[in-house]
């Protein structure tokens, strides 16, 4: 089974391939550049984010993760 996370923090941009994933924070080596954090396809740019507003951004991953799931059993619901 090959490692496919719903949630990726690295210094790496999410150009190299986002996929699935619904989170991908890319924290640059240097403090002074901005991070760009993709939630769901949305991209926003934050200056030095702290690690409250990092693990925010997870919470976000989590509730929309947790609403497609239900989602995808509401729809197995009506068509079983």
Known sequence: MPF????VISSQPTSI???SR???????AEPSF?????????HVSA??????EVLS???EAEELLESR??????EEERAG
Request: a negative charge; hydrophobic letters at 40%; charged letters at 25%.
């Open 47 to 52: 200056c030095n984010p702290t690690l409250v």
């Open 57 to 59: 951004v997870l919470d």
């Open 22 to 28: 619904a989170v991908w924070v890319e924290l640059p």
């Open 4 to 7: 496919d996370p719903h949630a």
């Open 17 to 19: 391939d986002p996929g």
């Open 34 to 42: 901005s991070a760009d954090i993709c939630l769901d396809g949305n």
């Open 69 to 74: 799931r239900e989602a995808a059993e509401q």
